[in-house]
């Protein structure tokens, strides 16, 4: 067969391929077009979730007759500077939307410029367009999207259920919305409004907040922190959940790079090394994250669907989002989800009035990932203590303990720092109790947050009360919070010990790549415990490693951070190894479920709680305590 040149219809339809792939891709695709061309209200109509109809109306510049003709053909665009292709501050901007859709739909565009009185309009019925007519449009543009792929069946094969794909849209219009808090947005299908926001006026950061509130509900404001830091002419703004308040997907993560919704794995693996610390390693966040940087410093032009970015600097990006988020959790690191509060409080109503609970607090044993309890073997596999004796001593000194075989020693402080002037008794499981020194009065101080303790429950649960709620605390999850970020310190103050092995270890990689990037991040490693010299062109030779590793995998740990560094930049590896072992040990050495606490105990392990970053959660992302308020007690009994 002979080479020849396509016809404009042909190509058209092959760039819908890329461009158009759904409903969804249409919406967007318009929608961007009438974020750029200014407009301050969009509505969307849908019939059959979009498969049958769509028309999207917007206020914004219109075109006169001459830009309308133009705008239909092929890489015809008003958003791009051919001098500078990087500098990229619209959304549609490839030029190939509208005659892409036209190509494989019926397909109908009015517009009337702002400086006409006049509004034109033409039709495109499967690539074959019509002469331009004019009619009649009050303002902006309107564009009318029928039987789509009616002239490509063969992929309306691959379209989902009405239903899938008109939570596509929903989903996409939430984003879009989102980062445009300035523009109203209304989602009508079958004559149902779906979404409906109006513009806000304001504070920049006052009516973000409130679009926010409106897409995300006042649950996730309730239950999440502020984010805001600018570095290097970079900045990121917007809402991340804490910790106790997650979901069991990331579907529910809003990341936008210059107000444009993307994927990206960059900042996917940066929410997840954020968040590694305090959430079980089968839950996610949820965010709404705004991400401004220089055009010129990232590529959008990566894929036809614009969702993926390459970053001129990934890791300055990386950083700052870890970083930010970090810093924002940090702040608000002793604050508990309400969200189980609410739960706690619809437990006790009466199941034939119990209202559905949301999945944001949901039930069961696994909700937090962990369950209450952890399984005997993952115990057993875990514990390190009879690998590593020496290991004892620097953590019963982290905890400030004198007896390494009594891991709630370091629980009892000296006499003067507040806990009571006699030391509680090591009573153990089965001694006898602590002796109680009588009643406390309560509110002696407004500076308690988890208050003042009362009482314990089964010998697990501390029960104390603030002015306007009661609190139950998990005291076996909360010490072990404690011991966590003390051990923490601990080894940010010293650095890990190393061991030298006996014979170094050389480790060869598959590719010199590999081997360099080891090499390069030597220093990096050294201060987690490894000492690494590059050996020949493709090997690694290891010469010590972490004491708190015990018996490892060399090899595997090596190749695990080769591929970790050449992905993130990040020695995620070595320190989630790290990370686990010394949860595991925190968790030893806790005080345990089932131990009775004297009430100085009880009120000395809240105290912490309140000066401990992220004590909030335990270190498998489970709660440390919940809170009830007072007024929803009450609302209980008819109070209210």
Same mark, same amino acid.
Not at 154 to 181: C, G, N, Q, Y
Not at 300 to 318: I, Q, S, W, Y
Not at 525 to 552: D, R, Y
């Given at each position: 067969?002979?080479?020849?040149?396509?016809?404009?219809?042909?190509?058209?339809?092959?760039?819908?391929?890329?461009?158009?792939?759904?409903?969804?891709?249409?919406?967007?695709?318009?929608?961007?077009?009438?974020?750029?061309?200014?407009?301050?209200?969009?509505?969307?109509?849908?019939?059959?979730?979009?498969?049958?109809?769509?028309?999207?109306?917007?206020?914004?510049?219109?075109?006169?007759?001459?830009?309308?003709?133009?705008?239909?053909?092929?890489?015809?665009?008003?958003?791009?500077?051919?001098?500078?292709?990087?500098?990229?501050?619209?959304?549609?901007?490839?030029?190939?939307?509208?005659?892409?859709?036209?190509?494989?739909?019926?397909?109908?565009?009015?517009?009337?410029?702002?400086?006409?009185?006049?509004?034109?309009?033409?039709?495109?019925?499967?690539?074959?367009?019509?002469?331009?007519? +004019?009619?009649?449009?009050?303002?902006?543009?309107?564009?009318?999207?029928?039987?789509?792929?009616?002239?490509?069946?063969?992929?309306?094969?691959?379209?989902?259920?009405?239903?899938?794909?008109?939570?596509?849209?929903?989903?996409?219009?939430?984003?879009?919305?989102?980062?445009?808090?300035?523009?109203?947005?209304?989602?009508?299908?079958?004559?149902?409004?779906?979404?409906?926001?109006?513009?806000?006026?304001?504070?920049?950061?006052?009516?973000?907040?409130?679009?926010?509130?409106?897409?995300?509900?006042?649950?996730?404001?309730?239950?999440?922190?502020?984010?805001?830091?600018?570095?290097?002419?970079?900045?990121?703004?917007?809402?991340?959940?804490?910790?106790?308040?997650?979901?069991?997907?990331?579907?529910?993560?809003?990341?936008?790079?210059?107000?444009?919704?993307?994927?990206?794995?960059?900042?996917?693996?940066?929410?997840?090394?954020?968040?590694?610390?305090?959430?079980?390693?089968?839950?996610?966040?949820?965010?709404?994250?705004?991400?401004?940087?220089?055009?010129?410093?990232?590529?959008?032009?990566?894929?036809?669907?614009?969702?993926?970015?390459?970053?001129?600097?990934?890791?300055?990006?990386?950083?700052?989002?870890?970083?930010?988020?970090?810093?924002?959790?940090?702040?608000?690191?002793?604050?508990?989800?309400?969200?189980?509060?609410?739960?706690?409080?619809?437990?006790?109503?009466?199941?034939?009035?119990?209202?559905?609970?949301?999945?944001?607090?949901?039930?069961?044993?696994?909700?937090?990932?962990?369950?209450?309890?952890?399984?005997?073997?993952?115990?057993?596999?875990?514990?390190?203590?009879?690998?590593?004796?020496?290991?004892?001593?620097?953590?019963?000194?982290?905890?400030?303990?004198?007896?390494?075989?009594?891991?709630?020693?370091?629980?009892?402080?000296?006499?003067?720092?507040?806990?009571?002037?006699?030391?509680?008794?090591?009573?153990?499981?089965?001694?006898?109790?602590?002796?109680?020194?009588?009643?406390?009065?309560?509110?002696?101080?407004?500076?308690?947050?988890?208050?003042?303790?009362?009482?314990?429950?089964?010998?697990?649960?501390?029960?104390?009360?603030?002015?306007?709620?009661?609190?139950?605390?998990? +005291?076996?999850?909360?010490?072990?919070?404690?011991?966590?970020?003390?051990?923490?310190?601990?080894?940010?103050?010293?650095?890990?010990?190393?061991?030298?092995?006996?014979?170094?270890?050389?480790?060869?990689?598959?590719?010199?790549?590999?081997?360099?990037?080891?090499?390069?991040?030597?220093?990096?490693?050294?201060?987690?415990?490894?000492?690494?010299?590059?050996?020949?062109?493709?090997?690694?030779?290891?010469?010590?490693?972490?004491?708190?590793?015990?018996?490892?995998?060399?090899?595997?740990?090596?190749?695990?951070?080769?591929?970790?560094?050449?992905?993130?930049?990040?020695?995620?590896?070595?320190?989630?190894?790290?990370?686990?072992?010394?949860?595991?040990?925190?968790?030893?050495?806790?005080?345990?479920?089932?131990?009775?606490?004297?009430?100085?105990?009880?009120?000395?392990?809240?105290?912490?709680?309140?000066?401990?970053?992220?004590?909030?959660?335990?270190?498998?992302?489970?709660?440390?305590?919940?809170?009830?308020?007072?007024?929803?007690?009450?609302?209980?009994?008819?109070?209210?």
């Amino acid at each position: 067969m002979n080479i020849k040149i396509l016809s404009n219809n042909t190509i058209n339809k092959i760039s819908a391929g890329e461009v158009i792939e759904r409903p969804a891709s249409v919406v967007k695709e318009l929608v961007e077009n009438s974020i750029d061309a200014g407009a301050t209200k969009i509505d969307i109509i849908l019939e059959q979730a979009g498969k049958n109809l769509i028309i999207i109306t917007d206020n914004g510049n219109g075109m006169p007759k001459e830009d309308l003709e133009l705008a239909i053909q092929r890489h015809a665009t008003s958003k791009l500077d051919e001098d500078d292709l990087l500098n990229i501050h619209s959304f549609g901007f490839r030029g190939e939307a509208l005659p892409s859709i036209g190509a494989i739909s019926k397909f109908k565009i009015t517009s009337k410029s702002r400086d006409s009185e006049v509004a034109y309009s033409l039709s495109i019925h499967g690539g074959i367009q019509e002469k331009t007519s +004019q009619a009649l449009l009050n303002e902006g543009t309107s564009i009318e999207v029928r039987d789509l792929f009616f002239a490509t069946p063969a992929r309306l094969k691959f379209l989902r259920t009405d239903k899938t794909e008109l939570m596509a849209i929903v989903a996409l219009v939430k984003k879009i919305a989102l980062s445009h808090p300035h523009i109203s947005f209304t989602l009508t299908h079958e004559g149902k409004d779906l979404i409906k926001v109006r513009k806000k006026e304001g504070e920049f950061a006052d009516i973000l907040k409130a679009r926010i509130t409106e897409i995300m509900g006042e649950e996730f404001i309730e239950n999440s922190a502020y984010v805001n830091l600018i570095r290097d002419d970079v900045e990121l703004y917007g809402y991340t959940s804490i910790p106790t308040y997650n979901r069991a997907s990331a579907e529910e993560q809003f990341l936008f790079i210059n107000n444009r919704p993307v994927k990206d794995k960059i900042l996917n693996i940066a929410m997840k090394v954020a968040y590694q610390d305090f959430l079980a390693r089968d839950r996610h966040a949820i965010s709404a994250l705004f991400l401004k940087v220089d055009p010129h410093l990232v590529d959008v032009n990566v894929h036809p669907a614009k969702t993926e970015v390459r970053f001129h600097d990934p890791n300055l990006v990386r950083a700052i989002f870890i970083s930010a988020i970090k810093s924002a959790l940090k702040t608000d690191g002793q604050r508990v989800s309400s969200a189980l509060g609410t739960a706690a409080i619809n437990y006790m109503i009466p199941e034939n009035t119990k209202p559905h609970l949301s999945e944001s607090f949901g039930g069961g044993a696994g909700r937090f990932g962990m369950g209450g309890v952890r399984h005997p073997e993952e115990v057993r596999r875990t514990d390190v203590r009879t690998q590593n004796p020496s290991l004892r001593a620097s953590i019963s000194e982290a905890w400030g303990s004198h007896d390494a075989r009594d891991p709630h020693v370091g629980l009892r402080p000296p006499r003067d720092d507040g806990y009571g002037s006699q030391p509680p008794r090591d009573d153990g499981y089965g001694s006898q109790p602590p002796q109680d020194d009588g009643f406390t009065p309560l509110f002696q101080s407004d500076n308690h947050p988890l208050g003042l303790a009362l009482t314990q429950l089964h010998n697990s649960y501390i029960v104390s009360q603030t002015p306007d709620s009661v609190i139950i605390t998990d +005291q076996h999850a909360a010490h072990e919070r404690l011991g966590y970020e003390k051990i923490k310190d601990q080894m940010k103050q010293n650095g890990l010990i190393r061991q030298r092995l006996l014979i170094p270890e050389i480790v060869e990689l598959s590719t010199p790549e590999k081997a360099e990037i080891i090499a390069d991040n030597k220093l990096s490693l050294l201060g987690l415990g490894l000492s690494v010299e590059k050996f020949g062109e493709n090997s690694i030779i290891v010469s010590e490693v972490p004491s708190l590793l015990g018996e490892i995998d060399i090899i595997k740990l090596i190749n695990d951070l080769a591929d970790h560094l050449l992905d993130m930049g990040e020695n995620v590896a070595l320190s989630e190894i790290i990370e686990h072992i010394t949860e595991t040990y925190a968790c030893h050495y806790a005080i345990r479920a089932g131990r009775k606490l004297a009430i100085q105990e009880m009120n000395a392990l809240l105290r912490q709680m309140e000066c401990t970053d992220f004590s909030a959660q335990c270190n498998h992302g489970r709660p440390t305590y919940v809170k009830l308020q007072l007024k929803d007690i009450e609302k209980l009994f008819g109070r209210r």
